[in-house]
């Protein structure tokens, strides 16, 4: 990784979407500041493309795909891609299982939840499984031993497994991040990410990013990525000085230079 002051004017010229994780990669403590949602706008206003790419569950994406200045929300790891209509007042809904699977990969993944806390009464849902619909999510403890064994026990349960800065997330379908913003980018905005990878950057700060990562070659960590490179088998190219939002801004302010350099 390099820090991401030390990127030519012209490095992100090629860049027309930016992909970024939400959790303390826009946010930082839980908490959206102004200057990250100016970025947002401002980079939209230059041209580029924003898609929130998030663990967060459906209810949150819902928000930000509505309200949010960004062109569609994916969320739960993958499990769907929300996007505004054009009147203002209602959401596509694109969900990575055909409609006629979904109820039965919902009741799937409650048995699932039901086997992990069987096996581990100390593992406690997340406060927003009630507004998930497509994952499964425990609360991220601060033991990593019991992180572990919360992690194992959903692969062994059934399920595809991975870990942020806030849950444990379990799912069904074998997709990630990358394969529901290579089905989103093909189907609604026409990138072919295998012919055109330049013109993606990702930003992320965790492990389930890690996709993300390897695949992209603009990606940008925030200060905070740090904690996770352990876990993180290619890290990103570049990393911010500030954490969350503020390092965000830095991205933010990279890519509309270069756009203008160019």
């Given amino acids: 990784m390099k820090p991401l002051a030390q990127a030519t004017a012209v490095e992100f010229a090629s860049v027309r979407f930016v992909l970024t994780d939400m959790d303390e990669t826009l946010t930082y403590r839980g908490r959206l500041h102004a200057d990250t949602y100016s970025a947002l706008e401002r980079l939209r206003d230059a041209g580029v493309t924003v898609i929130p790419v998030t663990g967060a569950p459906a209810g949150w994406c819902d928000q930000m795909a509505r309200m949010w200045p960004v062109d ?7 499990g769907f891609f929300f996007q505004r209509d054009p009147s203002g007042h209602d959401i596509a809904r694109t969900f990575w299982h055909p409609d006629a699977a979904r109820a039965e990969v919902a009741a799937r993944l409650q048995a699932i939840a039901e086997a992990v806390q069987g096996a581990l009464p100390q593992a406690r849902l997340a406060q927003d499984q009630p507004f ?19 992690l194992s026990a959903l692969k062994e349960a059934g399920a595809d497994a ?19 913003a290579r089905r989103v980018l093909a189907e609604t905005f ?8 330049d ?23 925030v200060s905070t990525v740090r904690d996770y490179l352990s876990e993180i088998s290619t890290p990103p190219a570049w ?3 500030g954490p969350g939002g503020a390092g965000f801004v830095e991205i933010a302010d990279a890519v509309i230079q270069a756009k203008k350099t160019r």
């Fill in 239 to 241: 990393i911010t000085q």
């Fill in 162 to 180: 991975t870990v942020n800065n806030l849950w444990i997330l379990g799912w069904i379908g074998g997709y990630d991040k990358l394969a529901m």
């Fill in 72 to 78: 569609g929300v994916i969320g739960e790891n993958g």
């Fill in 190 to 197: 026409s990138l072919n990410i295998d012919d055109d990878r």
């Fill in 199 to 221: 013109a993606v950057l990702y930003s992320g700060d965790s492990t389930n990013d890690a996709p993300m990562f390897a695949f992209f070659r603009h990606t940008v960590g």
């Fill in 132 to 150: 998930r619909l497509t994952s499964v999510a425990f609360a991220r403890p601060d033991d990593p031993v019991l992180c572990g064994k919360i």
